[in-house]
């Protein structure tokens, strides 16, 4: 008799936007707290035993632990079906989650930039790769392991952000993708605190920009430069949109009210590096704007 997990809190916008296709796909990896799931040419969705919403996040409070890579996955609008493992997931009664429309200014951006720089700092004594927000804000030569020149390459993005050129933004950010370790690599997830930035706040630190374009090619680019689920977060945040987590982070630097430490340390544990290289693409836009 097949097994139902009926419990679904949350599914994400774009999660259900997925959905609505009828699409097939497979598990594509199993994580310690929930499983990716990939459907056939499209954005690749995360089932999460978490309480942290995103916009490709399922979040349920029950799971099959048999789940294996690879396993089939049908996918409809009202349920997820895997049928090697003989059950399936409702989800008619989903609260769809949308990200929170950005509320706030500059005026608190120097002061939480140098509030949330230190308490990083110290909540990551001896992380290597610590060296990145120095880098986002001091501008230094500082080297970080296996991965070169990371200094240089960032120094590039934010003098062309800072000019205007945005043509070749696209180039110097185009050469982060796929660099460096993690399941999403590190240089995706600089990308991806750079972008969630622009399309978040840059109506209000660049006003005269428009960042389409800026989308659109390197939307392009990762899908075929980098792997899917890095391709899909970055999608998702050239839409404004990511894990709560993030967005609760950027979103504090134009608040007044400081950001909690458990909300930081929340952040910081998004992935092995990936929280940490995110927090840096975001400091490397705010930082260059309060230069």
Not at 181 to 196: A, E, F, M
Not at 244 to 254: C, H, N, Q, T, V
Not at 269 to 280: R, T
């Amino acid at each position: 008799m097949n097994k139902i997990v009926l419990s679904v809190n949350h599914l994400g916008e774009l999660a259900h936007q997925t959905l609505q296709k009828r699409a097939s796909g497979v598990v594509s990896g199993v994580a310690s707290r929930g499983i990716y799931l990939q459907p056939d040419h499209d954005l690749t969705l995360y089932l999460s035993l978490d309480g942290f919403k995103g916009p490709l996040t399922i979040n349920l409070t029950g799971l099959q632990n048999d789940i294996q890579p690879g396993s089939p996955v049908k996918f409809y609008p009202s349920r997820i079906e895997f049928p090697h493992e003989g059950f399936f997931i409702h989800l008619e009664e989903a609260v769809i989650w949308t990200p929170p429309q950005p509320v706030g200014d500059l005026r608190h951006l120097p002061g939480q930039i140098s509030t949330i720089f230190e308490l990083t700092q110290r909540l990551t004594t001896g992380n290597e790769f610590l060296p990145l927000l120095e880098m986002t804000l001091t501008r230094d030569q500082v080297s970080l392991p296996g991965i070169p020149g990371m200094d240089l390459k960032l120094r590039a993005i934010v003098e062309k952000l800072t000019s205007g050129n945005l043509d070749g933004l696209v180039k110097s950010l185009s050469q982060l993708l796929g660099l460096g370790p993690g399941l999403t690599p590190l240089g995706d997830d600089l990308i991806l605190g750079i972008l969630l930035t622009l399309n978040r706040w840059g109506h209000l630190l660049y006003p005269g920009y428009a960042f389409k374009e800026l989308n659109q090619n390197l939307i392009i680019k990762a899908q075929q430069e980098t792997t899917r689920l890095s391709a899909s977060l970055i999608t998702c945040a050239a839409a404004g949109s990511a894990d709560e987590r993030l967005i609760l982070a950027l979103d504090s630097f134009f608040s007044p009210g400081q950001l909690r430490e458990e909300d930081l340390q929340h952040l910081l544990a998004w992935g092995n590096s990936s929280g940490i290289a995110v927090l840096a693409g975001m400091l490397a836009v705010v930082g260059s704007f309060s230069d």
